[in-house]
C-alpha cells in the first residue's frame, strides 16, 4: 500500500532564506508524487507533481522538488522564502485506483 | 482557467439533518472525488465516482453518504443524517482522462451543531 510521511509538522524559517520540507514514501511501484498547499481558509492548491520524466520537478512559485528513488525521499524546496510562502503543504501519492493519499502536513512560518 | 468550485461554502447544520454539498467539477474531467479534512487533521479520501458509478469508497463513507452526478455539470455529496464527528471541510476534486493529477475546489465547511 502507498503512503507518505511528513517528518516535520512545523517548519519556522526567515524571510529570503531556504525552505526545505521532508517527505518520504512508501510504494510498492513508481508512483505519482505531488505537492499541494494550503493557506489559511483556502482550498488546495497543485505546487509540483512528479511522475518519472525527471527526477527534479518544477513547480509554481519557484518550488522545486526532487524524487529520490534510492531514499525514497519527495522533498520540497525553494532557494529564498517569501512571507506569501506562509501555508500548510501537503506531500500527496496516488495509488493504483488513482485516489490520493496525503501526508499529514507541514505548517510552513516565516518570520519577517 | 478552469477551475473546480463548490457550494456553500459554509453551512451549519443541526445534527440528524440531510445535507447536500455541491461541486462543479472542471467541464471535460471524467473522474470526480469527494475528500474532507477534519480540523487539524489529514486530508482522506472518502469516494471516487466515474462513468455515473462509484469506483472506490473508503470505510468513511458509510450508508449516511451518498454521491450522484444529477445532470451534465453537477456532482453531490449527501450526508442523510449528519453526527457531530461530520463537522469537516469538503473538498471536490477532479481530474480528465489519462492523468492522476487531480484539481481541487475551495472546500465546504460543514458545522454539525
Known amino acids: 500500500a502507498q503512503s507518505v510521511t511528513q517528518l516535520d509538522s512545523h517548519v519556522s524559517v526567515s524571510e529570503g532564506t531556504p525552505v526545505l520540507l521532508r517527505c518520504n514514501y512508501s510504494s510498492s511501484y513508481s508512483p505519482s508524487l505531488f505537492w499541494y498547499v494550503q493557506h489559511p481558509n483556502k482550498g488546495l492548491q497543485l505546487l509540483l507533481k512528479?511522475?518519472?520524466?525527471?527526477?527534479l520537478v518544477k513547480g509554481i512559485n519557484g518550488f522545486e522538488a526532487e524524487f529520490k528513488k534510492s531514499e525514497t525521499s519527495f522533498h520540497l524546496t525553494k532557494p529564498s522564502a517569501h512571507m506569501s510562502d506562509a501555508a500548510e503543504y501537503f506531500c500527496v501519492v496516488s495509488d493504483s485506483s488513482y485516489k490520493l493519499i496525503f501526508g499529514s502536513g507541514t505548517r510552513l512560518l516565516v518570520r519577517p | 482557467e478552469p477551475e473546480v468550485t463548490q457550494t456553500p461554502s459554509h453551512q451549519v447544520t443541526q445534527m440528524g439533518q440531510e445535507v447536500i454539498l455541491r461541486c462543479v467539477p472542471i467541464s471535460n474531467h471524467l473522474y470526480f472525488y469527494w475528500y474532507r479534512q477534519i480540523l487539524g487533521q489529514k486530508v482522506e479520501f472518502l469516494v471516487s465516482f466515474y462513468n455515473n458509478e462509484i469506483s472506490e469508497k473508503s470505510e468513511i463513507f458509510d450508508d449516511q453518504f451518498s454521491v450522484e452526478r444529477p445532470d451534465g455539470s453537477n456532482f453531490t455529496l449527501k450526508i442523510r443524517s449528519t453526527k457531530l464527528e461530520d463537522s469537516a471541510m469538503y473538498f471536490c476534486?477532479?481530474?480528465?482522462?489519462?492523468?492522476?493529477?487531480?484539481?481541487f475546489g475551495p472546500g465546504t465547511r460543514l458545522t454539525v451543531l
Open positions: 476534486a477532479s481530474n480528465g482522462p489519462f492523468t492522476d493529477t487531480q484539481y
Open positions: 512528479y511522475t518519472s520524466a525527471a527526477t
